[in-house]
């Protein structure tokens, strides 16, 4: 199965499967030095973790993260690390009434289609479970990050038609929230709405915000590595995400240009800009003002109201799904977000360093 790997530098590939008996991820490129342990890593699996709130699936999960390799006495070797999670609630008895028919919004057809077969276990690789390995692997890039200055930080900043108020951004709420939104006041008439929806055998989607402060402007490259580009398909490829904005988005295209164009100014003797509704990102490269991206997601398509389906012989049925399903995806998606983010950026300042020739002369001269 190709589309396993992910990176040019800064190199990832996750493996495993929903109901398998671990998942896990493989980092090649990650420098020596940096300090780590499986707590930095567990605070951001944690975050994605199933059974944390009501709003999320009931399977049990510890997701508690080893390292096999790429770190000695507490600091990372510059060889590849190697991070498993093992897999300790599966209940895969829940799907063997699908196995012979295709659940609607999911992957089943199209996997069956490619493949020929498929496991139909929770999804197998189509599974949200698969981005263990991302998160694990991009909380090490955001450690990384940090040490440059770099923070990234992904938030919900919708569900159905329940918006976070902005002006009362409150970070640490995010963290506290059910929700993850970063208003705790969005939270609760959001978590209504979820109710609501819940009562009706129904699920919910919404919009994930991810913002990335201190990155230099002269990030990513002008034609196929645009640092927006790079960053749109490592978002999208995450599952259930169905749009990506960076910046102003879709409403750039209602305006005038001299509405959208973003002033530029000094500020102590740097070049700034007076409005970013580019994002911090001009011609795929960063302009050093906070980049900004927007994820829109559907709602889970694991409901518990019967479906219109057909079997795998083509024959037109009727389906009940039953296993243990979030009413919404954003939540637990949101530190996927972040990461994805973050091992984007990592990638590109990296590949960066071989930009200009007089970096890599000062680098190495003596």
């Not at 009501?54 to 000695?72: H, K, M, N, W, Y």
Request: one cysteine or more.
């Amino acid at each position: 199965m190709a589309g396993s790997t992910y990176g040019t530098i800064f190199k990832i590939t996750t493996w495993g499967e929903s109901h398998g008996k671990a998942i896990g991820v493989v980092i090649d490129g990650c420098p020596a030095g940096l300090p780590l342990n499986e707590a930095v890593i567990q605070r951001y699996l944690d975050r994605r973790r199933p059974g944390a709130s009501s709003i999320t699936t009931q399977r049990r999960e510890a997701d508690a993260v080893e390292i096999l390799s790429g770190v000695f006495d507490g600091r990372t070797t510059g060889t590849p690390i190697s991070l498993l999670v093992r897999n300790t609630s599966q209940i895969s008895k829940d799907y063997s009434e699908i196995a012979s028919c295709y659940r609607p919004g999911h992957a089943d057809y199209t996997f069956d289609a490619k493949y020929g077969f498929r496991d139909y276990r929770g999804g197998g690789r189509s599974s949200g479970r698969e981005t263990i390995g991302r998160v694990a692997a991009g909380a090490i890039a955001c450690k990384i990050l940090e040490q440059m200055g770099i923070f990234v930080c992904a938030y919900t900043r919708s569900i159905g038609p329940v918006e976070a108020d902005m002006s009362r951004f409150d970070r640490q709420a995010i963290l506290e929230t059910p929700t993850a939104m970063p208003d705790p006041q969005a939270d609760q008439a959001a978590l209504k709405h979820l109710e609501t929806a819940r009562q009706k055998q129904d699920s919910v989607g919404g919009c994930m915000e991810c913002i990335a402060e201190g990155l230099p402007a002269g990030i990513g490259d002008p034609v196929f590595e645009k640092l927006d580009a790079n960053l749109a398909k490592a978002i999208m490829s995450i599952g259930a995400v169905k749009a990506v904005e960076i910046g102003d988005g879709c409403q750039t295209a209602l305006r005038y240009g001299s509405e959208n164009n973003d002033a530029f100014r000094t500020e102590n003797g740097s070049v700034t800009k007076t409005t970013n509704h580019a994002g911090g990102i001009l011609g795929g490269i960063s302009d050093g003002s906070t980049v900004i991206i927007r994820a829109y997601v559907k709602p889970t398509p694991s409901i518990f109201r019967t479906q219109q389906t057909v079997s795998q012989s083509g024959e037109e049925i009727q389906i009940n799904i039953k296993g243990r399903h979030d009413p919404i995806i954003v939540p637990r998606a949101v530190v996927v977000m972040e990461c994805m983010t973050a091992l984007t950026i990592l990638d590109a300042l990296l590949v960066n360093m071989t930009a200009r020739l007089d970096s890599i002369v000062s680098f190495y001269r003596k």
